[in-house]
């Protein structure tokens, strides 16, 4: 069993972060092994946060709809939903990752304001 979703994640935060970690990549690659399609393929190809938001979303959503058809005596049904879970947190995690990443470049910009307003252009 593995957690598909959250192996792809790591690829794509590998990717937009620069995280050049091989072991890890090779891992994450190895768990996916015959995964790689859909939602699932376009996170370890992301290349930014918003594709990245984008992909885990329709992941989710996917994985929201196993849970939905599977039989709660099927004995990956709990496992599943604890996918499910660590997923949605995932989702969470890479929302505060982004608007973190928004209120820095906010602040670089209002930076740069007051400094042309304490010393301005003659």
């Known amino acids: 069993m ?3 979703e959250i192996e792809a ?3 794509g935060l590998m990717n937009v972060l620069g995280v050049g970690d091989r ?3 090779e891992h ?3 768990d996916l092994e015959g995964h790689l399609e859909g939602p699932i393929e376009a996170l370890t190809e992301a290349e930014s946060l918003t594709e990245i ?3 885990l979303d329709a992941a989710l959503v996917d994985l929201e709809e196993t849970v939905a058809t599977m ?3 099927d004995p990956e049904y709990n496992y599943t939903r604890g996918r499910l879970l660590a997923v949605r947190d995932a989702e969470r995690a890479v929302h505060r990752l982004t ?3 928004e209120s820095i470049f906010e602040g670089l910009k209002d930076a ?3 400094l042309h307003e304490t010393f301005p252009e003659e």
């Open 2 to 4: 593995s957690c598909y």
């Open 9 to 11: 994640l790591k690829l």
């Open 23 to 25: 072991h890890a990549r």
């Open 28 to 30: 994450a690659e190895k």
């Open 53 to 55: 938001e984008r992909h």
């Open 71 to 73: 039989d709660e005596d």
């Open 99 to 101: 608007e973190q990443g």
């Open 112 to 114: 740069h304001d007051l």
